[in-house]
């Protein structure tokens, strides 16, 4: 008996052009719709990392306090001596190391100096030009003195000491120097009692007057 085969039928491999169309849309949709997630979970890192580098920095702050009297460094901030140097200032207060050099020994490192979303360009400064090209045109706080955070020090003509403050969890003891937090105009604070959290910028007049 004759047998009669029917013609194999042909496989289809592979995607067709408007498949894969398709899927790309599919991928850029999800890409627009996670890239805004991924950014802000990046951003509140940055935070983290923040508030992490100034409670560390009140660590230390305390641990020199233990060793000298309870009194905080008796020199000014990287970014304080910065501002008074560049315009005229006698007061040989500035002239003196650092609260940050004198904080190394207690663990407070270079690194831990730096706000993680300080990025804030300060542009060309007429009273740095006889600075390196690259230190004048400095893109963050850090980059140009050494600091991102302004800190509480001993004032000139007296010591203050880490216990003054009546009320040590509202009193600033450090503090972003601006607003590195600038998608809600915010700030990173630690305060005397070592609790460190990002605060609105319009929290910073009333923390620097209590100084």
């Given at each position: 008996?004759?047998?009669?085969?029917?013609?194999?039928?042909?496989?289809?491999?592979?995607?067709?052009?408007?498949?894969?169309?398709?899927?790309?849309?599919?991928?850029?949709?999800?890409?627009?719709?996670?890239?805004?997630?991924?950014?802000?979970?990046?951003?509140?890192?940055?935070?983290?990392?923040?508030?992490?580098?100034?409670?560390?920095?009140?660590?230390?702050?305390?641990?020199?306090?233990?060793?000298?009297?309870?009194?905080?460094?008796y020199g000014p901030s990287a970014v304080?001596?910065?501002?008074?140097?560049?315009?005229?200032?006698?007061?040989?207060?500035?002239?003196?190391?650092?609260?940050?050099?004198?904080?190394?020994?207690?663990?407070?490192?270079?690194?831990?100096?730096?706000?993680?979303?300080?990025?804030?360009?300060?542009?060309?400064?007429?009273?740095?030009?006889?600075?390196?090209?690259?230190?004048?045109?400095?893109?963050?706080?850090?980059?140009?003195?050494?600091?991102?955070?302004?800190?509480?020090?001993?004032?000139?003509?007296?010591?203050?000491?880490?216990?003054?403050?009546?009320?040590?969890?509202?009193?600033?003891?450090?503090?972003?120097?601006?607003?590195?937090?600038?998608?809600?105009?915010?700030?990173?604070?630690?305060?005397?009692?070592l609790h460190a959290k990002i605060e609105?910028?319009?929290?910073?007049?009333?923390?620097?007057?209590?100084?």
């Open positions: 008996m004759a047998r009669f085969d029917s013609p194999p039928r042909s496989v289809r491999l592979g995607f067709t052009l408007v498949e894969l169309l398709v899927v790309v849309v599919i991928l850029v949709l999800l890409a627009a719709l996670l890239f805004p997630v991924l950014s802000k979970a990046r951003e509140r890192g940055k935070d983290a990392g923040c508030i992490s580098n100034l409670a560390q920095i009140g660590k230390s702050t305390a641990l020199y306090a233990a060793d000298h009297d309870d009194c905080l460094p304080a001596k910065y501002q008074h140097l560049d315009g005229p200032s006698p007061d040989p207060f500035f002239a003196l190391p650092t609260a940050e050099s004198l904080l190394a020994p207690y663990g407070a490192s270079k690194s831990l100096m730096r706000c993680p979303r300080d990025a804030f360009y300060m542009g060309p400064d007429p009273n740095t030009q006889n600075r390196e090209f690259v230190h004048d045109l400095s893109s963050s706080f850090f980059g140009r003195v050494g600091s991102s955070y302004l800190l509480l020090t001993s004032a000139p003509g007296g010591l203050r000491r880490l216990s003054d403050a009546a009320s040590p969890s509202e009193n600033a003891l450090g503090m972003d120097a601006a607003p590195f937090h600038g998608d809600e105009d915010r700030f990173g604070v630690v305060y005397r009692d609105p910028w319009s929290k910073r007049g009333d923390l620097i007057g209590a100084w």
